[in-house]
Structures are given as C-alpha cells and as structure tokens.
C-alpha cells in the first residue's frame, strides 16, 4: 500500500496579532479600535513596501479592543510583506509600540484554540 499525499498550497493565511503601545507614567493608555488597527497595517505597508505594499488586501476577522488582540485574513502572496512590516513598526502616534505575531495558520480554525496554553486535568490523566 502506498500513500499519496498531494501537496496543496494555502490561498489565505491567518495571523493572531497583538499589538503593544508604550505608556507614560501620567498619560492614558492609546485606545485602538478596527478602523484604527487597519490604518496602522496599511501606513505600516506603505513604509516599508510603498503603495504596492499598502495595495495588499488584509482582512480584519476580529478585533478585540480590550486585548488589543486582532485576528487577520490576507493572500498567501501577501504573506511575507505583511509579516516584514508588522516587525519593523515602532512607532504610533509618537509613542513606542510593537505587534507581536502570536500564531499564524493557513487554517482559521487553529487559532481558536492554542496547545501551548491548555492546561491538562490531574483527574483525567489518572482515570
């Protein structure tokens, strides 16, 4: 018997994001919400890879302002270049920020649940 396995290649990719913005001492914290999550990732774009770069279609499928937590949809040809200029953010309204990439998939589904952070039940192992 022999296994097939045919290579398919991923249409979209899915990043979990986190972003971070420095706060000072006596100052309020910068509150973000979509619509200005989604200019950051197109100025960001733009800085590094010009308007092709900013042209690049990324989709929002949640963002939780609390956490300052989004999850993104882009092209899989859009991939890196997104990638490259979450890392080089530094800045946001004069204040020192950062978007940490906390997962990426090529399947939605996977960023519901994170294997790093569950925590197995004594009770259930020994059973």
Known sequence: MERLTLPQKARFF????????SKEVDERSVEIDAVTFKSILIQTLDALHGKVGSAISVDIIKFEASLKEAILRVKESGLVKLWSALTL??????KRCAIYVIQ????LLSLGADSRQWKINEKEVTS
């Open 14 to 21: 899915y990043l979990k994001l986190k972003i971070e913005i």
């Open 104 to 107: 990426v998939s090529p399947y």
């Open 89 to 94: 953010l530094s800045y946001y309204k004069d």
